[in-house]
């Protein structure tokens, strides 16, 4: 985990003073030493640690990657700490960015579709600790800037820190991460329904001159209240962010294709100005636009 978090210490609001490195191996060792068994990713691997009973893998997912339907054997606690992709499953789908923590139980189908930055994680695999903490869990849960991405966010920084104290502190916010999604969970509910689906659809259509929310549930029928609070269920994400992501997507496009000064490009993806746009474009994407432009062009 020394790739990113050390490169990035204000990610987390603190200096690691590094993990250890085991003599003669390529892993880094922490607290009690259990044989490491295969990492639950597919991407490349460039940490990898025993942390107690857990194991934590640092990966990277190339630009442009997209996975087919698989499933993990051990559920897994998931950091997101660079780039984007989009995680879709049987009944749902998640949108993750920088800051998105994910608990994914084990065995759940899922393929994943990555942006053109790539993406960068930071995985707690879970063989024993919290199995019985999810059993409540029918569908993967998502947080992107909540209390629980709060404290995954704290499990990255102790998760640096060389002491025989670690792995119990890492339990002790894992168990607290799992303990506040259980208590603000909704139960399980289904397959979205269709008035959601087409909302969804015409956000993604129409996302340059996006309606109202108060516009979007009279036209689906439903209270507003309802029909935000089902976006999130249902799709992991604020209508705002789905909006934010597609906006984004259209001026990668518009970057790749077109020589229009990145200012234009900004105002007809809908953000107030040039600055509002690199700071929403380098949040999602990794980069800046500008260093996309070249990197795009070969630069």
């Known amino acids: 985990m020394l790739n990113f978090l050390q490169a990035n210490p ?44 857990l194991v934590l893998t640092e990966t990277r997912h190339a630009p442009s990657l997209c996975l087919g339907w698989h499933a993990h054997e051990n559920a897994c606690l998931t950091m997101v700490t660079a780039g984007r992709y ?28 990555y942006g053109d930055a790539g993406a960068q994680s930071v995985i707690y695999e879970m063989s024993e600790v919290g199995a019985d903490a999810i059993s409540w869990m029918g569908d993967p849960v998502c947080d992107h800037a909540g209390p629980a991405s709060a404290l995954g966010r704290r499990m990255l920084y102790e998760s640096t820190i060389r002491d025989e104290l670690t792995p119990l502190v890492v339990d002790g916010l894992l168990r607290a991460v799992l303990g506040l999604l259980s208590r603000n969970a909704a139960p399980p509910g289904g397959a979205p329904p269709r008035w959601l689906l087409r909302v969804r659809e015409r956000l993604s259509d129409d996302f340059l001159t996006v309606p109202s929310v108060g516009e979007l549930a009279a036209q689906a029928g439903v209270h507003p209240d309802h029909l935000a609070r089902s976006f999130r269920e249902h799709f992991g994400c604020l209508i705002g962010d789905f909006v934010r992501e597609r906006r984004v997507e259209w001026a990668m496009e518009q ?17 107030s100005d040039q600055s509002h746009f690199t700071r929403v474009f380098k949040a999602q994407v990794g980069t800046t636009p500008g260093r996309y432009r070249r990197v795009a062009a070969g630069g």
């Open 86 to 113: 989009r995680e879709e499953y049987r009944r749902a789908e998640h949108l993750c960015r920088p800051g998105t923590l994910l608990i994914k139980p084990a065995g759940v189908a899922h393929r994943n579709r």
């Open 255 to 271: 970057i790749r294709r077109t020589e229009n000064p990145l200012s234009r490009i900004a105002l007809e993806a809908g953000f």
């Open 10 to 53: 204000s990610w987390y609001g603190a200096r690691p003073s590094g993990l250890a490195r085991s003599r003669g191996s390529g892993s880094y060792a922490i607290g009690q030493e259990s044989a490491l068994r295969t990492p639950t990713t597919h991407g490349d691997r460039l940490d990898r640690a025993p942390i107690g009973k």
